[in-house]
């Protein structure tokens, strides 16, 4: 089973600020985390970051035969983005939407999430072990 991990902006500079928030752990804390996890549960592992709404789509579009799940924080892309919807919508690869805080605790523009239509599940409020979690999930799927 391959599972692909995907980050959207900014969160390559977690730890940096607002640990209040996101907590002190970083991307590389991150990436850590899902790589020994992935190695615990016997699967394959590709984690990418990107800050552009385009390269998201296209991993996405590329996972097409190649990924068996996918583990989702869209960032500041899950409040805005029809085109990530359509890209999990057009994949129909079994896709967690993963977010570290609890969005239901912050403002109303991030109460809305395009993504979660399209999605099996969404994790948050875990921090970094949300992102093992889905990977749970996906798994046992
Ligand atoms: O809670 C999440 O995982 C979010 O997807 C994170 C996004 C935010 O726009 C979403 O509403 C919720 C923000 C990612 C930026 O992450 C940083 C965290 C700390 C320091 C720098 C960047």
């Not at 607002?18 to 002190?24: L, N, S, V």
């Amino acid at each position: 089973m391959k599972i692909l991990v995907l980050n959207g902006p900014n969160l390559n500079l977690l730890g940096r600020r607002e640990p209040d928030i996101y907590g002190t752990a970083t991307y590389d804390d991150l990436t850590a985390a899902v790589r020994r996890h992935a190695e615990k549960l016997g699967v394959e592992v590709e984690i990418r970051q990107s800050n552009h709404e385009g390269d998201l789509v296209d991993w996405i579009g590329e996972a097409i035969g190649t990924a068996d799940g996918i583990v989702l924080n869209p960032a500041a892309y899950t409040h805005t983005s029809v085109a990530l919807l359509d890209a999990v919508l057009a994949a129909g690869i079994p896709t967690v939407e993963v977010h570290l805080s609890d969005l239901t605790k912050r403002e109303a523009f991030r109460q809305i999430s395009f993504v979660r239509a399209a999605c099996i599940a969404t994790v948050m409020g875990h921090g970094i072990a949300g992102y093992t979690e889905a990977m749970d999930l996906l798994v046992k799927r």
